[in-house]
């Protein structure tokens, strides 16, 4: 089993950035594919980018693509989430997600079994 706790979210304005974490723990964070999703007041939970087990394969939803980078640290069971050129439209409340059991195929899914509890992201016009 994977705890997934995210930190780093805040308020910025327009064109800021910041740096989400996603501490995981156990011992199985390196064998998990991870993503970051996001969810908007009244809107459904959206993909913001995914990134396998090494790092070799990342994606992003064409929203970020560009601003946002995803990064892990499978020694320190860390992952992250950086957003640059923040928009209004980016705000929402940000999860991490792992799985082992997702792959490839379905890393942009919402069908991971792990999630942490979300980070408040607000930027302002």
């Known amino acids: 089993q994977v705890q997934l706790v995210e930190s780093g979210g805040g308020l910025v304005q327009a064109g800021g950035s910041l740096r989400l974490s996603c501490a995981a723990s156990?011992?199985?964070?390196?064998?998990?594919?991870m993503g970051w999703f996001r969810q908007a007041p009244g809107k459904e939970r959206e993909f913001v980018a995914a990134?396998?087990?090494?790092?070799?394969?990342?994606y992003y939803a064409d929203s970020v693509k560009g601003r946002f980078t995803i990064s892990r640290d499978n020694f320190k069971n860390m992952g992250y989430l950086q957003m640059n050129s923040l928009k209004p439209e980016d705000t929402a409340v940000y999860y991490c997600?792992?799985?082992?059991?997702?792959?490839?195929?379905?890393?942009?899914?919402?069908?991971?079994?792990?999630w942490g509890q979300g980070t408040q992201v607000t930027v302002s016009s």
């Open positions: 156990g011992p199985t964070f390196s064998s998990a594919i």
């Open positions: 990134i396998s087990r090494s790092g070799g394969t990342i």
């Open positions: 997600a792992a799985d082992r059991r997702i792959t490839i195929a379905t890393m942009t899914t919402d069908e991971y079994a792990y």
